[in-house]
Every structure is written in structure tokens, then in C-alpha cells.
């Protein structure tokens, strides 16, 4: 295993943070980078700073280490880049005779983006308290839809291989299914209320109504119960994915309606499991907000008979200052709330999953995040379905590029073609996309376990942990 070792500048006012993005970096290509007091083989300091030893040599972008202000934003090299103290050159990277220099700091804009500082310090939100899309430092760029933490990293990873350091990185673009069990059965109480209030055409709404009455006298699967739709089409390319279900005791108005101690449940929880797919919690539209609720979460959905591992939360409602303790009390191991409910992309710079960081603590929680990228009712709605396929292949395009990862959100209801048309055509073209590529699709909870096992080998536990 290739040793690198990191000299931080004296000058740099906060290391830990410098730290916790070289362990990213380090988890992400296979290299154990250790601090070392002088002669690093990289040097991450002051811009006129020189060394005879190192060979990588990177400024830091106090300003954006620190994120004390909003950076600006430009593309150099077709990469986009944050900065905000040190303007970038025409060239992202000066080669020398036995070094690199880095004409700006991707070590600040990776800790700007996956830190969340811009959440943290944001006071502004929804109605649902979420932070806003547009409120991103991405946004007015039209950043979002990139992966502009991968770009950098890359881009370092470039650097580290041009001065002949080996690197043991994944070589396979990852994708990671999910389905948020919001809403698994369509009520015929339910399907009167939408004959008179739906969006749908009339003769559609007529459909469904009559489609759902048909299915109950016939005692087949009600047309939200379609777990065996998508497990049918992701089983046929040896994909497993993920479906998150709620299991609160104290429900608001915006929270799913069925007790997943039910009987029908019960079976589909046990039976999901058998078949290798995972059973995660969804948690409830208060539960990382609210007390011990999450905790409670957990245990109901587990004595369904099953084990949990992981996080999303209704509604993407997530706290990234306090959520993370939440999920840690919890016992939890990853989460995958970070991500839009009115937009696909990039929430955290980033489709990979990293650890997040505690600005308390200064400190990573040992939970990993796992950004949702892409969510099935953010992408379709008043689009037409060749746009979406085709925004669908360049952010796959772009992931397999990079090497990326990309998290999908399909709601258990929208295999129901009369109400969501195209939506589950949507997604089955996508997974034969996957498969032509060559993504690595993993469940959440194998990648959380892969991770804190890489985290250990590559001996980052001490290194970024509290
Ligand atoms: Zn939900």
C-alpha cells in the first residue's frame, strides 16, 4: 500500500479540516496519507511557499477552507472550480522539472462542498425546513448537475500518478438502487378522492379507479404493490437495491399511512430479505429532528424481523448539523438523505459517499453519507420522457468518465403505469444502461460496510474519527 506523506503548512488555520478531505481523497484511490512535520511529498500551504522535497505542491484558499464567504465560481479546463482567496490560473496545474504546483486549492473545494458548510451556515429554508436548491453555490452556475468534487479529485489523483505514486482505486463506476416506500398501496377510498381531485385526465382517473376496485374483487396485488416489478427488473441483471420504509409512532399529516407490522409487511419484509435485497428505514418526517424518534424508528421496523442498517428520511427533511447524531444514537450505519426534492443532482459536489463532518467536533462522524443523486418524482414531472433518458445518459456518461457513483430514488408507486406513464419504462432503460456499462450496483448497506473496512485498512479511523 502506497504511503504519501502530507505536510501542512504552519500557516494553515485549520488542519483537521485538511485532514478529513485527505482521508476522502484517501478512501477514494487507495492511498494512506500520514501527516508528517516537514518534507512531505505533498505541500499544502502558502502560495509562495517552496519546497526541495515535495513533489505535489497545493496553496490553500483560506477563505474557503474556512467558508467564511460565499466563493465564486468559474470553469477552468472544463472543470468547474470554487475559489475564493487565490484566483486560479489559466491551467489548473504548473508541471515542473520533479513537481506539481496547483495553480488553486481542491483541497478547500472538496471541504467546501462535502462539509456542507453552505448548509450549516444557512439560516434560510422551505417550508418543510430543508435547505434550498437554488441557495447552493452550484446552483446559479448550473454546477449542480456535475460532480465537481470528482473533477478535483481526479485531478489530484492525476497529480499523485504524474509523480509516480500508485494508487489502488476502484476501477468501477458505482450505482446504488433505491425505492422510498411512501405509499404501497392505492386505497379505493383513495382513488374516488383523486376521481374528482387528480391531475390526470379524466379518462385516466376513471382507469385507475376502475383498474383498483377490478383488483381488489379479483384479490390481486393492489397497483401500488409493485416491490416485485422492480425487484423482477433489477434481479434480471443481478442488481439488488434498497427499499426504505417508515415505521413511525407518531404520525404528521405528511407521513405514510400503513403499520409496516402488518401481516402483508411482514411477509414482503421477510421475503425482500430472503431474496438479498435490503429492508432500510425511512425515517419519519420528524425523526432527525425530533428527540428519540429515530431510535424508536429503528427498533419498530426491526421487529418486523429484520435487520437495519441505514437512513432516508421522509421528505429529504435532514439536519446536517444535528442529523448525523441522530442516526449515530441510532446505532444506524449510513444515511442517504442528501438530495433534492425539486431537483436531480449533485447536493453535495458528489455522488460518492463520504463521512460527514462535524463542525462541533471539527471531527468525521463514522456514519456514511451516501448522496442521493437522482429522485424519480425531481426528474419526470413536466418533462418529456426522451429528455429525461437523455439527461439520465449523461450523468451516467459522466459518472462511468469519472468513475463516480450515482445514487436512484424510484418510488414503489410509479411501476403503476396508468398513474405515472413511462416512469417505470424510465427506470428499466436505465438499468440496462448500468448493466452495458459495467456499474457496480451495491446496496447501501454494503457499501457503509466496505467503507469503514477501507477506512481501517487505510488506518483513517484515528486519523478523522473523534
Ligand atoms: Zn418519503
Redesign the pocket.
Known sequence: MQKIRVQIGSDVPNKSRVVYVFSFIGLHSGVKFELTEENGDILYGKRKDTSKEAKVIIPCDYSLLEGNSSPETRTIEDIPVLHKDIVPGDKLLEKHESSIRFTYDPVAIIFYLISRIEEVKSTETDTHGRFISTNSVLHPSGFLNEPVVDYHLNTVKRALKDMSFELDDRKTPMAILTH???QPIRSIKGSFRLLFEGEKDLKSRVNSLTDTIGRKIKTEDNPFWNFGSFTTAEAGYGFKSAF?F?APYYRTKYD?KYNVNGYNFRMKIAELTAKGFEVGL?GSYNSVIDGDKLTKEKEKLENTGVNVYGN?????RFEVAGGYRKIQSANLKYDSSLGYSDTIGYRCGTGLPFYPYDFGTEKAIPILEIPLIVMDGALIPNREIEEVNEILDNLVDTALRLNGAVTFLW?LRTAYDIDYPGWFDVYKRLLKKLSENGFDVLKPSSLAESYMNLAGELGYHDFIFE
Open positions: 422510498d416506500v411512501d426504505f417508515t405514510p425511512h432516508r428520511s421522509h421528505y429529504l418510488h
